[in-house]
Each structure stands twice: as C-alpha cells, then as structure tokens.
C-alpha cells in the first residue's frame, strides 16, 4: 500500500494570490474555474473524494496582515469557481504588461479578516485527517 505524506503534498501545493473586493454577497472567495479544479486534482491524487461542484474548501493566510491573528494562522474558508474575469493587468516599466490571476473576496469577507484589495494571500488545500480507529 502506498503511504502519502499528507503533510509533504500539502506544503508543496501552497499558491499565492492577490485578494481583490467583489460584488457577490456571499462571505467567501472567488476564483476561477481552473484554479478550483488544480486544488480538487490534489484531493483526487490522495483518493480524497470531493464533489466536483462550484466550490471547494481551503485554508487560507494573510502573510501581511497587521492583525498576527490572520498573519500567522491558517483559516479555514470556501473558494467558489467566478464566471468574472478572474485576472488583472499589471504594468511594469521594464516587462511591460502582464496578466497575473487574482481572487476576489465580497466586503463582508475582506472586513471579517481585516484585508484590503492587493493583499497577499496564501491559500491551501484544506485535506481532511483520517480518524484514527
């Protein structure tokens, strides 16, 4: 039987985005659909089952928040697939443009982890443990 170090997958499977406000109502992040498939592929890979739906749960840091409640502790929270355009442009004086995908998060979000738009987040597969029996 192969034996998975849950704790490796989990630390080689941490992405960053920068977290921008939305207009959706509902107190979660949103992302694009790609980006929830590459987290649900991870639960997949560990014979973790998941429902393929719009959403899936992560854990997520704020690693410059000034509140070391959100800075130093990983939070759990949902991440829900966006029909928006999940990116923004950046401009850069010596590369010029660039297209760097972000998540967007309702203000009802932002204000219950004390973020602001253009904040850094670090975000996680939430694997569940196994009971031990």
């Known amino acids: 039987m192969l034996q998975l170090d849950l704790g490796e997958i989990i630390k080689n499977h941490t992405y960053i985005r920068e977290i921008y406000s939305t207009w959706y109502n509902e107190k979660k992040l949103f992302s694009s659909k790609g980006f929830i498939k590459k987290l649900g592929r991870i639960h997949e890979y560990l014979g973790i089952n998941w429902a393929k739906a719009e ?33 923004v442009t950046k401009i850069d004086r010596l590369t010029g443009y660039s297209k760097q995908e972000v998540v967007f998060a309702s203000s009802a979000w932002m204000g219950a982890f004390e973020s602001f738009p253009g904040d850094i987040i670090i975000i996680s597969p939430l694997i569940p443990v196994p009971l031990s029996t």
């Not at 690693?63 to 130093?72: A, W």
């Open 55 to 87: 959403e899936i749960n992560v854990k997520i840091k704020l690693p410059e928040n000034s509140n070391p409640v959100f800075r130093d502790f990983w939070h759990e929270t949902i991440l829900k697939k966006s029909d928006e355009k999940i990116s």
